[in-house]
């Protein structure tokens, strides 16, 4: 699971593969390269469990201190990704018909 906000919403986004039988792991994290986003939930000022997205995580049974990602624009994610799925755009040549996108708000 990775969690961004463009500060309008939250969203957990993840990326699994179909293997005939079980999900594969996660791997979000490298599709959106997320190395390069500013983690929110970051504050060196505070212990991790009371940094500024602690409460919201809790909230939804994700670790206090889980990395919040700053983004732009949460929908242009789902978009890409769902473009590598569905063989769109930049991935005209190679759909993931396997590969689902899930998707959850966090309030």
Same mark, same amino acid.
């Given at each position: 699971?990775?969690?961004?906000?463009?500060?309008?919403?939250?969203?957990?986004?993840?990326?699994?593969?179909?293997?005939?039988?079980?999900?594969?792991?996660?791997?979000?994290?490298?599709?959106?390269?997320?190395?390069?986003?500013?983690?929110?939930?970051?504050?060196?000022?505070?212990?991790?469990?009371?940094?500024?997205?602690?409460?919201?995580?809790?909230?939804?049974?994700?670790?206090?201190? $889980?990395?919040?990602? $700053?983004?732009?624009?949460?929908?242009?994610?789902?978009?890409?990704?769902?473009?590598?799925?569905?063989? $769109?755009?930049?991935?005209?040549?190679?759909?993931?018909?396997?590969?689902?996108?899930?998707?959850? $708000?966090?309030?």
């Amino acid at each position: 699971m990775t969690v961004f906000t463009d500060h309008k919403r939250t969203v957990d986004l993840k990326l699994q593969n179909w293997a005939g039988d079980n999900w594969s792991p996660d791997w979000s994290l490298d599709f959106w390269n997320v190395g390069d986003l500013k983690n929110l939930n970051d504050d060196s000022d505070v212990w991790p469990e009371d940094g500024p997205y602690a409460a919201l995580l809790e909230k939804h049974d994700l670790s206090a201190s $889980e990395p919040v990602y $700053e983004v732009e624009d949460i929908d242009y994610l789902i978009d890409y990704a769902n473009d590598m799925i569905n063989g $769109e755009g930049d991935y005209a040549d190679n759909p993931s018909p396997n590969t689902s996108l899930f998707a959850t $708000e966090l309030d």
